[in-house]
């Protein structure tokens, strides 16, 4: 099945004429990113957003990678937590936020000649609430992956197959998303979070790492496996926690799209 489906990528990135890819770093965007570069050669162009919201070990992960694929790889900054729509942290967060991302982005498609934006958006994206996905279809950008029919552990097992280094990466969303709706989203709070899931990283955990914001209050989720090791390494966490500013530490197992429960 796998096969087919990359089939069907490969002739529908063939059949455009060039690629601008809304690259993160992440196990998505850069399969997108590869077969865009093996269909469409230097036709393809890789734009990743530097922001508060944007981990910086991402960002120095997604230049290594987008090096060895040998794309040209721009860097645009963008400032979200100045806009007010977007920092009152609402349930239509996301949709300005990739607004304001396609908009630069269009601005660099424009700048080359290029027509076609796309997104690493996969078929399971359409199960969850994604505002971003929509702001992406009202902007004409293109989601191959999600349009082949190509699901999250396809994606993995795909980008397995081609040899990226970052098969098995855990999905790393903006660091926004740790903030439960209705709480500010400020630049101070994105570092602390930053440094708070750097900190517990440094420990030697692996997986899916979040840090949640509640205040003086720090949920920190992981994988089943490696809650006990967090509690072993909590008199360490606690302390440099408090010094990000976070008085109470909880434990949790890790469940993608946790703040979204709120939504009806």
């Known amino acids: 099945m796998c096969s087919l489906k990359l089939k069907k990528l490969r002739e529908n990135i063939g059949g455009l004429e060039d690629a601008v890819v809304a690259y993160s770093g992440g196990v998505d965007s850069t399969l997108l990113l590869k077969i865009c570069k093996e269909e469409l050669g230097d036709k393809t162009i ?14 120095e992960n ?8 040998g794309v040209r790889h721009v860097l645009i900054e963008i400032d979200e937590t100045k806009d007010s729509n977007y920092s009152k942290n ?7 936020c990739k607004t304001r991302l396609y908009s630069e982005i269009k601005k660099i498609a424009e700048k080359f000649g290029f027509r076609n934006i796309l997104s690493g958006a996969n078929a399971d994206d359409c199960s969850d609430y994604r505002p971003g996905m929509a702001a992406g279809g009202e902007m004409g950008v293109k989601s191959p992956l999600k349009d082949a029919g190509i699901k999250k552990i396809e994606v993995r097992e795909i ?3 081609l040899g990226l280094e970052n098969w098995n990466k855990p999905a790393s969303p903006c660091l926004a998303s740790r903030i439960p709706y209705g709480t500010e989203v400020t630049r101070e709070r994105l570092e602390a979070i930053d ?10 955990v692996e997986g899916n790492i979040r840090v949640r914001y509640y205040g003086k209050s720090a949920g920190i989720e992981v994988d089943k ?13 606690k302390k440099e926690f408090e010094r990000l500013g976070f008085s109470d530490v909880k434990i949790d ?4 799209g946790k703040l979204n429960d709120v939504i009806e």
């Open 253 to 256: 197992e890790f469940r993608s």
């Open 46 to 59: 890789a734009v990743t957003a530097v922001s508060p919201s944007y981990p910086l070990s991402e960002l």
């Open 159 to 161: 980008a397995k197959k």
């Open 90 to 96: 609402d349930h239509m967060r996301c949709y300005f």
């Open 62 to 69: 997604a230049k290594k990678i987008a090096e060895k694929l």
């Open 225 to 237: 496996g490696n809650i006990e090791k967090v509690r072993e390494k909590l008199g360490i966490i």
């Open 195 to 204: 440094k708070a899931e750097k900190a517990i990283k440094g420990l030697g």
